[in-house]
């Protein structure tokens, strides 16, 4: 992302946690911060990324993040897998295909 995305991105401002959320968020530091995460293409089954996700959320109130894990799991920038593994590719994307290949076979 470029910087300029950045800046509207909302940010959690802890200055407005309260006590109970912060004690939460404190302890649940505590308990996590010496355990090793897996490589992050495997986030969706990494066991300490889940019980922070978890702790984030009963803390703040969010809905659980399981799926987004999953999801961002799949993602080809975190496996070097394309999203259309198993899906029959159509004339025009093997057209594509054999066009990019002859391009970077002239470079």
Known sequence: MKKPAWHNMPVLDVKSLSDEQLDDL???YDKLASQELQAIAMLSSDPVRAAIDEAICSALKLPD????????????????KSLNRGIPKTQTALELEEEESDQASLI
């Open 65 to 80: 993040l399981k799926l987004i894990r999953e999801y961002l799991s799949r993602e080809p920038g975190l496996t070097g």
């Open 26 to 28: 404190s302890n649940a």
